[in-house]
């Protein structure tokens, strides 16, 4: 029995080499955007644009941890003698030695005044891993 390479069987088309392109970041934005826009499937839309698939996942993957990471927010200590409440309103909600914090998946949290920083950071690292 002879096997056929793609090249010489008469059914299969020989495929076209895939060019390596080194493409830009703005190049990359730009073509993500587009495919967000598109409603293609990846592979439709990899095709279309000659984009391998495993290097648009891995720029979706890239974009997607990069988004987390700017909204997962930074912990800033700020000491009570900064803290000035602008209405009447306001100092009603806050209880003395306690600050609420409000993460952006809904999450509220009070801390305590003198709680420990460390416990507090991972804490919040921990809630916002979570929600993803």
């Keep these: 029995m002879r096997l056929h390479s793609r090249d010489s069987h008469p059914f299969l088309k020989p495929r076209k080499p895939r ?4 493409r830009s970041a703005e190049e990359r934005v730009r073509l993500l955007a587009l495919f967000e826009r598109s409603g293609q ?3 439709q839309f990899c095709r279309e644009h ?3 698939l495993s290097t648009m996942t891995f720029w979706l993957r890239q974009a997607r941890l990069s988004a987390r990471s700017r909204s997962a927010g930074v912990l800033v200590e700020v000491p009570a003698s900064a803290v000035t409440l602008d209405s009447p309103r306001g100092a009603a909600l806050l209880s003395p030695g306690s600050v609420d914090i409000r993460l952006p998946n ?12 460390a416990w507090v950071s991972q804490l919040l690292r921990e809630l916002l891993t979570c929600s993803g």
């Design 19 to 22: 060019a390596l392109r080194k």
């Design 41 to 43: 499937t990846h592979k």
């Design 50 to 52: 000659e984009v391998a």
């Design 106 to 117: 809904r999450v509220e949290l009070s801390v305590s005044a003198g709680t420990d920083s």
